[in-house]
């Protein structure tokens, strides 16, 4: 219980991978790295630079962008 007394005020948001948002959407790696390194999905390397990690929150936000995210799915 003092723990989640210690915890409080953190923000405990969970973060997607590459490989996650991959399986989500159908989509292949290169795509998922272009759009957070376009800007049109909000991500960030970890330290290292090499993993890529996209919040939750970020990640439905580009899902619900409407046209601009569907855009990305026309052929």
Do not use: H
Request: charged content about 30%.
């Amino acid at each position: 219980m003092d723990n989640d007394k210690n915890l409080r005020g953190l923000n405990m948001e969970t973060y997607l991978t590459v490989a996650e948002i991959c399986g989500l959407l159908k989509v292949e790696r290169c795509s998922v790295i272009r759009w957070i390194r376009s800007g049109k999905l909000r991500g960030f390397k970890l330290a290292g630079g090499r993993l890529w990690r996209v919040s939750r929150s970020d990640f439905q936000t580009f899902v619900k962008g409407g046209p601009a995210f569907q855009e990305l799915f026309v052929k």
